[in-house]
């Protein structure tokens, strides 16, 4: 059993930055991959990022390639979602999740309640 609580969404302006944390709770974390996701709303939920277990491979919507990075820290159990150059389509609600294989599919095992990115112009 994995909980997952994200963290670090907030109101940014547009070309700002935020920075999401996704801490998990068990000492088995490390056993799993951790995905990025997000909703807007009336939208379907999509892929921003995922890491795998070990930190040798990441993945990247194209719509955020070059602009956000995802990073892990075993001793903190946490996960990081690094947002940069942000754009108004980005306001949504930011998920993360944790399964045992790197998907990039919101089909994952485990889920956070999320937090709420709200991008201005």
């Known amino acids: 059993q994995v909980q997952l609580v994200e963290s670090g969404g907030g109101l940014v302006q547009v070309g700002g930055s935020l920075r999401l944390s996704c801490a998990a709770s068990g000492r088995t974390f490390s056993r799993y991959a951790v995905g990025w996701f997000r909703q807007a709303p009336g939208k379907e939920r999509e892929f921003v990022s995922v890491i795998d277990r070990s930190a040798s491979r990441t993945d990247y919507a194209d719509s955020v390639k070059g602009r956000c990075t995802i990073s892990r820290d075993k001793a903190k159990n946490t996960v990081y979602l690094q947002m940069n150059s942000l754009k108004p389509e980005e306001t949504a609600v930011y998920y993360c999740?944790?399964?045992?294989?790197?998907?990039?599919?919101?089909?994952?095992?485990?889920w956070g309640q999320g937090t709420q990115v709200t991008v201005s112009s």
């Open positions: 999740a944790a399964d045992s294989l790197l998907r990039l599919s919101p089909t994952y095992e485990y």
